[in-house]
């Protein structure tokens, strides 16, 4: 082989290294490349994952409360020039402010489509928004929402809380709100497995809440959700069965254990719950977020407190899904995907960040675990004017933006092509999340 011939096969190789290799920056292509998958991207069927339909007035939304004067982040705010763009692509609203006189007109425009739609009115939001299925996280469904429509995740925490709480709501005055709630979700469910006093022996409790479990799913539930974060530290140690059950007979006729006691009880009944979602096969969702009220701790919610749960071996056959990502955390927090089993939901993020915001993060998820992340909502009827409906639209629109934003950007540094992309996009807002659950979803 002559010298020429040698430098040609070497420029030939060095090309399509180059060809190869990423780019740091941009190229001037990626406003064509976002034009251009954004229309694409708004055709894909959504899976919402995380949601909390329901209107206004209905306590079910939620198994807990949000305390008073609680402040609430700028995108959050009412004072948003973004719920007037979702008004209008909703329910043609005619105004371009949201002033008490003009915002009657919706808040009566609500309330008449309930009257003529029905059941139909959630599945007519859905419609608009090109959202297949959404997920109901609710204490109880609502018989206002179409169970073909909308999928139940139920709440765990109140296990964990069966005994006399006075020490626990007086810690903070947000605690005085959310205890009592957890009380009176515990008596919901032990009315619905017909039992009127905790049971007597540990066992037997352990199989009320088995119970519970099993007959929720037969409700159609597909996972068990868990706001624990709000109520306590997410460090959980491994206390055994008898040392739970120590407490439990030392609690269950009275007395208020000390926080120690409690807490001791908590991680044993904790790490119950989530092994009993492997064996059930029902994924476990966790609140990792930053959290509302004025006393929600940072550092105890931190989501990497639950390293030791997740990478626990004894749980490999249940699958978590981390509820709002970790954020402020997600940066870091999408390393814990790289468990089989751990998933990343990124609502919250999308209500709380403007897409700009969202594009970065969402851009570092798509480039590290692309198949392990699933797209939510959170929505969330805050008042009569800013309801789940409104919420609904605020975490599409910046989703998709944002998604076709981070992906425009990869294809033009030569990450992926964009059919990589668009089957990222895909998986992300969709197959990602179904791809969990089965034929329990559509």
Do not use: C
Request: proline share 5%; no cysteine; glycine share 6%.
């Amino acid at each position: 082989m002559n010298f020429a011939m040698r430098i040609l096969i070497f420029i030939s190789i060095a090309s399509g290294l180059a060809l190869a290799q990423a780019r740091p920056l941009p190229e001037s292509d990626v406003a064509q490349i976002y034009q251009r998958l954004l229309p694409q991207i708004e055709k894909i069927p959504v899976f919402d994952h995380h949601a909390h339909p329901g209107f206004y007035d209905d306590p079910d939304v939620d198994a807990m409360a949000s305390p008073p004067g609680g402040s609430a982040a700028l995108r959050e705010r009412e004072t948003n020039p973004e719920l007037v763009a979702a008004a209008k692509a909703l329910f043609g609203y005619p105004y371009d402010d949201l002033s008490a006189e003009h915002a009657k007109w919706l808040i009566d425009k609500k309330l008449e489509l309930k009257k003529t739609r029905g059941p139909a009115y959630f599945d007519d939001i859905l419609d608009k928004l090109n959202i297949e299925q959404s997920v109901a996280n609710r204490a109880m469904m609502g018989d206002y929402l179409n169970p073909r429509r909308f999928v139940w995740v139920f709440f765990s925490d109140s296990f964990m809380w069966p005994f006399n709480n006075q020490n626990e709501r007086s810690r903070n005055p947000d605690e005085g709100v959310y205890i009592p709630l957890q009380e009176k979700m515990l008596h919901r469910w032990m009315q619905q497995e017909g039992i009127s006093k905790l049971p007597e022996s540990f066992n037997d409790y352990l199989t009320f809440v088995t119970r519970t479990l099993e007959d929720n799913m037969k409700k159609g539930a597909i996972a068990q959700k868990f706001e624990v974060a709000y109520f306590r530290s997410m460090k959980f140690g491994d206390p055994s069965r008898e040392q739970a059950e120590t407490i439990y007979r030392k609690y269950v006729a009275g007395g208020v254990p000390s926080q120690s006691e409690y807490r001791n009880f908590q991680d044993y009944i904790f790490r119950y719950l989530v092994r009993e979602g492997g064996r059930l096969h029902l994924p476990v969702h966790i609140h990792t977020a930053v959290g509302i009220g004025d006393y929600f701790s940072m550092s105890e919610g931190n989501i990497f407190n639950l390293e030791n749960v997740l990478r626990d071996p004894r749980y490999a056959s249940t699958i978590f899904v981390m509820i709002h990502g970790g954020y402020p955390y997600e940066r870091e927090a999408i390393w814990l995907a790289a468990a089989k089993n751990v998933y990343m939901d990124s609502s919250l993020m999308e209500v709380v960040m403007y897409p700009s915001a969202m594009k970065e993060s969402l851009k570092q998820w798509l480039e590290t675990f692309p198949d392990k992340i699933t797209f939510g909502t959170d929505a969330f009827p805050y008042n009569q004017v800013l309801g789940a409906e409104e919420s609904y639209w605020l975490g599409i629109q910046t989703a998709r933006s944002a998604l076709a934003a981070a992906l425009a950007e990869m294809i033009s540094m030569g990450e992926v092509s964009e059919a990589e992309a668009l089957k990222m996009a895909h998986g992300y807002l969709h197959d990602n999340a179904v791809s969990i659950y089965g034929d329990r979803v559509h």
